[in-house]
């Protein structure tokens, strides 16, 4: 019952946010034409609230970027399941991965204006907290451009997050696992360079070398 009142909200979030001419084309092959990575003859694309509906997805937002400007943005479904807000453009949604490009432009940024080498030995831009040592570090030394890359041979692919009012880990208590950290220590486990592997443990690396270099908190 309370799913088919958050899809009955979709429709109205959606009609809020209504465009026309071309950009009201671009957003229906969005809503209408969602497929899996390879569409195989005779396969059907699904629409947005057709798999919103099989994952229990309350809420969505999408927004497009074209030619260095927002093309179109759009929000479907509801903010709150109880009070049934509908979810708009505004609405806050945890970053997540989507955060990681925008980590790397800014390292990129600090690698233009000579701040940072991405073939350095990441520890020598790390101050408060330094990558421990091992057998894969001493024959190949971790760096920036592996770490941003997801071939530093890093652990912890990724972190749950915590719930509202339970106690926040320091950036060096998740770096190494620390209570009330719920993730174990990034370290590296296999030789750097060597493959990809997925690992946000290595952008958190990478965000702990931007704070030190800057002397700034990272946000």
């Not at 195989?40 to 699904?46: A, E, Q, R, S």
């Not at 690698?111 to 831009?125: A, I, M, P, R, T």
């Not at 880990?169 to 296999?190: F, K, Y």
Request: overall charge positive.
């Amino acid at each position: 019952m309370l799913l088919a009142r958050i899809l009955a909200a979709v429709l109205l979030g959606a009609a809020a946010l209504g465009a026309e001419g071309p950009a009201l084309v671009e957003i229906q092959k969005v809503e209408r034409g969602l497929r899996p990575p390879v569409l195989l003859k005779g396969d059907k694309t699904w629409t947005l609230e057709e798999r919103m509906r099989l994952y229990r997805v309350p809420a969505v937002s999408i927004a497009v970027f074209g030619s260095g400007r927002i093309l179109w943005a759009k929000a479907y479904g509801v903010a709150d399941a109880d009070s049934l807000t509908p979810a708009t453009e505004a609405t806050l949604f945890q970053a997540a991965s989507v955060s990681k490009p925008v980590s790397a432009a800014a390292v990129l940024k600090k690698v233009e204006q000579g701040k940072l080498s991405l073939d350095k030995d990441v520890n020598e831009y790390l101050k408060s907290w330094k990558l421990p040592e091992n057998e894969w570090t001493k024959k190949t030394p971790v760096t920036l451009a592996e770490l941003l890359s997801h071939s530093a041979g890093i652990t912890v692919h990724g972190f749950p997050g915590y719930a509202a009012g339970r106690a926040v880990p320091t950036l060096v208590q998740v770096l190494d696992g620390a209570p009330p950290a719920n993730t174990a220590a990034i370290r590296v486990d296999s030789l750097p360079g060597k493959e990809y592997r997925y690992s946000g443990g290595g952008y958190t690396i990478a965000q702990q070398a931007l704070i030190d270099v800057e002397g700034k908190p990272f946000p």
